[in-house]
Nanobody, 125 residues
Framework: QVQLVESGGGLVQAGGSLRLSCAAS????????MAWFRQAPGKEHEFVAV????????NYAESVKGRFTISRDNAKNTVYLQMNSLKPEDTAVYYC??????????????????WGQGTQVTVSS
């Protein structure tokens, strides 16, 4: 298991930027593919981005491609989500998640055993 704590959420105007961080405890971080998901009010959880164990492979939801960047620093046990050109529809609680079973990670919530508590991102128009 990996314990995860997100930070960096907040209120931002449309067109602005935020950088989310997810700090992991334990020595298994570099063995985990890491992902960000989000949940908007009244909606299901939605895949946002995933990064492989080494950081060499990333994958994004179409809705955020070109605006969001996922990265990781295995020396700091931290994964990041840089969010640029934010839109009101990006408003959601953002969660990071860890998958210790696969190298590349997946888009499916069911593959992630460890989750953070979430951080709220609100984008005003």
């Amino acid at each position: 298991q990996v314990q995860l704590v997100e930070s960096g959420g907040g209120l931002v105007q449309a067109g602005g930027s935020l950088r989310l961080s997810c700090a992991a405890s334990g020595r298994t971080f570099s063995s985990a593919a890491m992902a960000w998901f989000r949940q908007a009010p009244g909606k299901e959880h939605e895949f946002v981005a995933v990064i492989s164990r080494s950081g060499g492979v990333t994958n994004y939801a179409e809705s955020v491609k070109g605006r969001f960047t996922i990265s990781r620093d295995n020396a700091k046990n931290t994964v990041y989500l840089q969010m640029n050109s934010l839109k009101p529809e990006d408003t959601a609680v953002y969660y990071c998640a860890a998958d210790l079973r696969t190298i590349w990670g997946t888009r499916s919530m069911e593959d992630y055993a460890s989750w953070g508590q979430g951080t709220q991102v609100t984008v005003s128009s």
